[in-house]
């Protein structure tokens, strides 16, 4: 067997793993998503972006289908879902602690790590309520 299909067929079988881990069937869909995020370096995506990338790569998936698989992934813990506004949802394949800019024209997320930035005078929140996590996007622009 050629190197490179040894190990696309390894990245398969670890997605696949992953996915049983997080409690997920590994369906082929999942699996062809799962591959294109979590395959690479860290990323921000939004299900049109990820609905783009695999179509490109000759994978017939409905935009309903990615978001669906999208919020799944978040559900199992495998991704973060950073809400920029009403409009514009991010999925971040980084789900460790960590704040976000957010470049508004270029629609473009980048991390802040979560040493580098402190959130204070965060009010008590109402009883029977705990303070389970804060998200902070910074807006920025081109200077
Ligand atoms: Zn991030």
Redesign the pocket.
Known sequence: MAKAARSAKNLTAQTTARLRQSGLRPTRQRVELAGLLFDDC?R?VTAESLHDEITKAGVKVSLATVYNTLHQFTQAGLL?Q?IVDAARSYF?T?TGD?Q?FFLEKEGM?I?IPGEAISVAGVPNPPPGLTVDRVDVVVRVKRA
């Open positions: 860290d921000h973060r950073v971040d980084n960590h976000h997320l991390d």
